[in-house]
């Protein structure tokens, strides 16, 4: 049909491995599993794993086919390709499914699913795509853009709180003594931790304030929770 640089996990789960592999010749992924609900499940899977490893994710959804072959034979290439210029980022294919679980003409189902949304967008970075989902957002429910901002701006501030607060391990590959924020800000940016270490167990209020300082310099995806 056309495409040469397309992938099939052929019935096996995809794996970490896979989409490491993948990562060393493209930038972006473009899921277009099944269009049923198992089809579904797997893209959001994939998703996960393909954002682990650094590549970009973009979510395709075939209409009037169960699945690109499908498509391609009813419609042929150029429309699968003009389909594919479509697809939807991951936060967008996120707010859709949460968008398409509720009936918005009933008050209560319409605010379940600002809350829902609400708590999605509150996670995005940076700050101006974030705004782009606000204003989406006031678009699609009739709320103010000031009313949903506020009330993710409000998100936002809890969940910066209650990360700093819930950390109780800085995650390095060597027992590290108590040291200034300076220090262990040094520390973390050369070593670039940003994957599964062994956990060094903080517990003094002097360590958690430490790790407050680091997340106040930027580096918050240099420190996890302990698993």
């Known amino acids: 049909a056309g495409f040469t640089e397309a992938v099939a996990s052929l019935g096996t789960s995809l794996t970490s491995d896979q989409c490491r592999l993948a990562s060393s010749y493209v930038e972006e992924a473009v899921l277009a599993y099944d269009s049923d609900e198992a089809g579904q499940k ?15 994710v973009k979510i395709l959804k075939i209409p009037d086919a169960k699945d690109p072959d499908e498509y391609i034979k009813k419609y042929g290439p150029e429309s699968f390709r003009r389909l594919m210029t479509g697809a939807s980022g991951q936060i967008d294919y996120r707010l859709s499914e949460i968008i398409g679980k509720y009936n918005i003409d009933i008050p209560e189902e319409k605010l379940s699913m600002i809350e829902e949304a609400c708590a999605l967008v509150a996670g995005v970075y940076p700050e101006m795509k974030r705004e782009v989902y606000i204003l989406r957002l006031s678009e699609l429910t009739g709320i103010g853009k000031d009313t949903i901002a506020a009330d993710i701006k409000r998100r936002t501030r809890r969940m910066a709180t209650a990360q700093k607060k ?7 590959d060597i027992v590290m003594p108590v040291m200034n924020g300076v220090e262990l800000l040094k520390i973390l940016c050369e070593k670039q931790y940003l994957g599964e270490f062994p956990v060094l167990v903080v517990t003094s209020e002097q360590s958690v304030s ?8 930027g580096i918050s995806d240099f420190i996890r929770k302990p698993v």
Do not use: N, P, T, W
Request: net charge negative; aromatic share 6%.
């Open 42 to 56: 797997a893209a959001e899977r994939a998703l996960k794993i393909l954002e682990d490893v650094g590549l970009g």
């Open 166 to 172: 819930e950390i109780a391990a800085v995650l390095l």
């Open 210 to 217: 430490l790790v407050a300082e680091c997340f106040d310099y």
